[in-house]
């Protein structure tokens, strides 16, 4: 007899966003995009080349945006496209953390160590040098001037 391997099934992006719903995760279409939603925490799932899920943002659900986590050096904050900030607090932490980890698990994506270690942040802001984190698109993440 001879022994064949399986070939490994390549899963498209709505068999991936079916795993993350079966994961216990909240997960509705808009505008091209896939929100998955967990205890207040959400990330946004476009489709990459080959039909992976690419996590394009992750963070806290502020009205009907996501708050990404930012660092502006003595505080992290959850800081939204259109500019509201929310302090983090430990259990957002924590629940960032959580959701993370099982997102990634659910989309079959590899854990790296330093975001095992706890939550890693999108921009770092605490620079005082004016303009730096600003970046060349116009729509910025930085925190507003005062």
């Not at 706890?118 to 921009?123: A, C, K, Q, V």
């Amino acid at each position: 007899m001879f022994f064949r391997r399986q070939q490994p099934k390549q899963l498209t992006f709505s068999d991936r966003v079916s795993q993350v719903r079966s994961a216990g995760f909240d997960v509705q279409n808009s505008a091209g995009k896939t929100r998955a939603t967990r205890k207040g925490v959400g990330a946004d799932l476009t489709e990459a080349p080959g039909g992976e899920a690419h996590i394009e943002t992750i963070g806290i659900v502020i009205g009907d945006e996501l708050g990404v986590l930012v660092d502006v050096g003595y505080q992290k904050m959850f800081q939204t496209p259109s500019g509201k900030l929310t302090p983090a607090r430990a259990e957002h932490l924590k629940e960032l953390h959580r959701f993370s980890e099982d997102l990634r698990e659910a989309l079959g994506h590899t854990s790296l160590y330093n975001e095992g270690l706890g939550s890693t942040n999108e921009l770092h802001l605490y620079d005082r040098v004016e303009d730096r984190d600003r970046g060349t698109d116009k729509k910025s993440w930085a925190l507003p001037r005062r």
